[in-house]
């Protein structure tokens, strides 16, 4: 069933206005008749609803709300050194699918691409789209490029801080960590194409950081959050079920 | 250190004539000098080896044989519902990093592209390209596309048989598979862009196939292997070291 995602005010009672950009979705592109049925999401409940109203403006009717949960138990952010654009919007894509929690690009002193803005509308659109169609029922948090000093000074706010390090051979062994210790709130932090700076690696383990191994070949910086995140979701999800 | 494959012939005493291409690349883009060091591979051994002539037909004499294996102990199969070429590429590009053995691309009943052969000098160029990058010492095999009815006729050649379907909840424990059981040649099966025909679900199931969750969200096909082969590769590596 297709899914979309609403902004709360965009519903009232039972009934869900829906935007020009997904009514045309709807309409145009997906063909749909009054009372076919969609799923929608408001970022927190998920709504089984039917069409009422085509055209330009449609309108939904909510028939009831859906208990399918498919978010991870732990919120996991990946902080990932600063790459080009098309990499990393591949990244949050294929992110959002294994249920990333939230993606922080970081200034790194090997990034190559420098400094820069990210078009942070771009990206929502693409987070949007991929929860849409992997059927998430919260979107993936973007932040802005943020500095190495930001990102050190925000490891307060987490459980654990697992730092990806292609020398790193020895495994921490991220199934105690997840399920017996029970952490909830995990920052994995990955390297720009070139890798880290030594300094910042010291930096890290300095501050809290735990060295994880992603293997015993060499990933592409824009592979290691996959390896990663495809990991741990694997982790949180296999005995819940 | 930069890592190329050679064939064994390439391989005379303890002396390596690297081809054109190659050459071309050690000489005009790495811009060696001589006596720097690189690694070779013949698709069994990796030697450490310095540069001792470079041009068009660059020489490279063997200092060491490298014992440093980055395989997988067990191995992995991928049978992908035939994608689109570019979608492939990208899949078989980041199999190779996470440590897949072969990559099978089949026809099957909801392909979107159909019965085409691929390009196989040119997915094996990737292959070797992302080889050398990840500093593998085996090449992924790669088939030319093979029919359903292949792929059912191939079961009895693996241990164990997965079958990624995206409606299946209960987890198969690949840990227990992979550790305790201790398969060595497995085979994971996944659909194309729009899934598996229902009648090719039965099929292998009553050909011994054994349904895998891939999480609780639905990935895309090209995200599914990765999915995967992250976390095959996780199991059976992180009790290794």
Known sequence: MQRYFVNKD???????????SDSRHI???MRMDIDDLV???????????KVIKLGKNV????????????????????AHGLVRREKMEEVVRRLVELGCFQYIPVDMKKSVVKGKEINIDR????IKEASE?????????????ISFKSLINSFKDYDLILLAHAKERENLNLYKELKIKNVKNILVV???????????????INNG?????????????????????????????????
Chains 1, 2 share one sequence.
């Open 10 to 20: 965009q519903i009232r009672d039972n009934i869900i206005k829906i935007d020009e």
């Open 27 to 29: 309409t145009t592109v």
């Open 39 to 49: 799923s929608v999401c408001n970022n927190e409940d998920t709504f089984l609803c």
């Open 59 to 78: 309108e939904l009717e909510i028939i009831n709300k859906i208990d399918n949960n498919p978010e991870l138990n732990q919120k996991i952010t990946i």
């Open 123 to 126: 990206i929502n659109k693409i």
């Open 133 to 145: 169609q992997s059927q998430r029922t919260r979107l993936m948090k973007i932040n802005n490029v």
């Open 190 to 204: 990955i390297g720009p194409e070139s890798g880290f700076d030594e300094s910042e690696i010291n930096s890290m």
């Open 209 to 241: 950081a735990k060295l994880i191994s992603l293997g015993k070949r060499v990933l592409r910086t824009e592979t290691a959050p996959l390896y990663i995140m495809a990991v741990l979701s694997f982790i949180g999800e296999q005995y819940e079920d």
